[in-house]
Structures are given as structure tokens and as C-alpha cells.
DNA sequence: TGACATCAAATTGTACACAATATAATTGTG
DNA sequence: CACAATTATATTGTGTACAATTTGATGTCA
């Protein structure tokens, strides 16, 4: 067996710098998270339910690129846990709208410091960080294309 | 509930930019792997192995940031699929040793074509990619500190 | 209206990921 | 050498992801 070629080790891939960045994050929220009692993936619907209460499983799916496989176990525990209701629309009994609970709400004020302390974390600055968001945020729309 | 604040809005996240780049990228080498058998993270201990051969659990994990949990049963199905053997060493029977069969070896000519097509979907230039996997590694890097 | 396509969620089955614990082999120290 | 500490892997339990299928509600059109 001959030598690796370069574009097949592992340190040169970009998909794996991106894979454990993405592992490195959810670590690095942990900490933030774990008091709260929500995991990283719970966080990313809680933001969206900050931003806008009462949607839909779809309409949270769509901008996190999630199905209601992944979805609806991970809301059954958020409910559970006391951040979320699930109940059917009344006008469509086929939609099951997620609204906050007062719980819920009232989580956006201790999450109002994580943005700052990860910034700090990433070691950039905003700048930087918004400036690499935008790149990554375009590669991965090309690579669903 | 009044407005959430930009830098909660789930658009403006590196972290979500980054985690959603991440999973299109499995999705985007998902159409190569699946005629393989491979799945994206076995592809990536193929990369390992087919760098060097004959690693052990550790050895594999420590690039990756993968634990035995994670590895001892992904590494089960690698086997049962035919592409590694696993074995104790004989020398320290702590460890155990994962080796390429034949066919594991042979694949590593079929991966050849991989990065190229990978390089293309992701819409960016050679160097391009190169500047964004650095930026992004010392991003990971940076966060597990 | 009634058969049929469509749609939204939920369910099922497989595969990661990771914390916590267990097990067994090896090492270090008195 | 005895034995506690360490090390490597495996196991257990929980929580994502995602493909494929199912279930139930809504829309359409002859």
C-alpha cells in the first residue's frame, strides 16, 4: 500500500475542519447550556421561538433544515421539560403549533449573555466572525444545491 | 415579548452557519459513500487508516475528537461490513488494532475521484478552500481551548 | 358527494455523539 | 513481589439526525 494522496488525509479536508468545528461548538455552549437545562439543538429552536412564538413543526424545520424525525422527539423532550406546549392548530388539526411557556420566555434574558462569551471563546473578532459566517453560510448553500 | 435581538436571531450564528455546513456537507458526499457502503464518518476513519494502517481505538480518536463510545461501535459495523479487521495487540492486549481487509484497501482508488467532485460542489476555488479549512480549524481549535 | 391526491406530523429503524461507568491489562511504587 | 493507580477499550443510557413508512386531515375534481 503506497502513500496517501494529500487530498485524501484527513487534515486537509475542509469538510472535517467543519465537522469538528461544529462538535467544538457544541461543546463550547455546553457550559452556558447546561444550567438551563437545554441541550445545542434545543437552543436553536429556542432562538427561532424567541424571534417569533407559536410556529409550526415546519416552520421551525425549514430554517434549522430539520424533519419532523428529528423535530418532533426533540419538542416531545423540550415539552417535557417545561419550555414548550405542543398543540394542534384548531383552523388545520393536521399542524401542531410549538408556543413558549412562561418559562420559556423568560430563558431569552440569561441567554442574552452566551453570544458575547462565545464570540470571546472564537477567539475573532466581530469582524471576523461575521465575515466567516457569511463564508460558511455560502458553502453550505452550494453544497445543498 | 418584545423584538429578540440581533445577535440571538438564529441567522446571525456562526455556530448555526457552521453546524448547518456540516451537515450539507454529509448529505453532499452521502451520493459517493452509499455505492461504497461507507457512511460519513466511516469514510473519515477510512482516510485514517488508509494514511497509515494497523491504528488502535486511540489512534483513530484522537484526530477525529472521538471517543470509544463512539468508535468501538462504529468500528463494529466497519467490520461487519469487510472493510476493517479489529483485533487485541498482542504485545499490550489493552489495545485493539484496526486493520484495512483487502477490500477496505481497494477502496481507496474509487475515494480518489471524491475530493474533486466535493471541491466543485462547493463552489469555491483551490485556494479559496484552503484559506476557509484554515480559518475554520484555528475557529475549532480556538473553542476547544 | 365521494374517490383520490396532497400535506403535516408522527413513527420506526439505523447510525452517530458523548457522558458516565465498567472491565481488564499494564505500570509504578514501596 | 504485592497492590494501588493508570490506561485502553467496551458498555449503558440519552439525545440528536435522517430515510422510509404510517396516520390522519385537508384539498380537488369528476
Redesign the interface.
Given at each position: 500500500?503506497s502513500?496517501?494522496?494529500p487530498?485524501?488525509?484527513?487534515?486537509?479536508?475542509?469538510?472535517?475542519?467543519?465537522?469538528?468545528?461544529?462538535?467544538?461548538?457544541a461543546?463550547?455552549?455546553k457550559p452556558h447550556l447546561d444550567p438551563m437545562g437545554l441541550t445545542y439543538p434545543q437552543y436553536?429552536v429556542m432562538?427561532?421561538l424567541?424571534?417569533q412564538?407559536g410556529r409550526s413543526v415546519n416552520e421551525l424545520g425549514q430554517?434549522?433544515?430539520l424533519d419532523s424525525g428529528t423535530l418532533t422527539p426533540l419538542l416531545k423532550r423540550m415539552e417535557k421539560g417545561g419550555f414548550v406546549t405542543r398543540q394542534r392548530d384548531a383552523r388545520d388539526e393536521r399542524v401542531t403549533r410549538i408556543h413558549?411557556t412562561e418559562h420559556g420566555?423568560s430563558l431569552?434574558d440569561k441567554?442574552?449573555a452566551i453570544?458575547?462569551a462565545?464570540l470571546c471563546?472564537?477567539?475573532?473578532t466581530l469582524d471576523q466572525?461575521n465575515n466567516?459566517?457569511d463564508?460558511?453560510?455560502?458553502?453550505?448553500e452550494?453544497?445543498?444545491?
Open positions: 500500500m502513500a496517501s494522496p487530498e485524501l488525509r484527513l487534515e486537509n479536508q475542509l469538510c472535517f475542519a467543519v465537522y469538528s468545528a461544529a462538535h467544538a461548538f461543546q463550547a455552549y436553536l432562538l427561532l424567541w424571534e412564538d430554517p434549522l433544515q413558549l420566555k431569552r441567554a442574552r453570544p458575547t462565545l471563546a472564537s477567539g475573532l466572525l466567516l459566517r463564508q460558511v453560510r455560502v458553502l453550505g452550494n453544497l445543498r444545491e
